[in-house]
């Protein structure tokens, strides 16, 4: 299959950190997979993105529920 999402990027800056080097760059291009819009805006949960936690142990996880939506999920929060 192919790639849901890929970023084009342009190398800033690399920084030998010890065990592995430190990429700083710039997103120059956003190239997503037509199956995974929604009304030609990417949608999270048909791209479906993994996440790497360097826990003990380390796991990949996945993008889960809808926990809110923008602003109004804030109000509930800001104090009054």
């Known amino acids: 299959g ?3 999402v890929n970023l084009e990027c342009e190398v800033l800056h690399l920084l ?6 430190l990429v700083v760059g710039k ?9 995974c819009l929604t009304d ?3 949608d999270i949960m048909k791209i ?3 996440i790497y936690s360097r826990g ?3 796991r990949y996880n996945a993008v889960g529920e809808l926990i ?8 509930g929060l800001k104090k009054k």
């Open 16 to 21: 030998d950190v010890g065990l592995h080097m």
């Open 27 to 35: 997103i120059v291009g956003t190239h997503i997979n037509k199956d």
């Open 68 to 75: 809110g939506t923008p602003f109004e999920t804030g109000k």
């Open 2 to 4: 192919e790639c849901a």
């Open 40 to 42: 030609g805006m990417p």
């Open 48 to 50: 479906q993105p993994i």
């Open 56 to 58: 003990k142990p380390a």
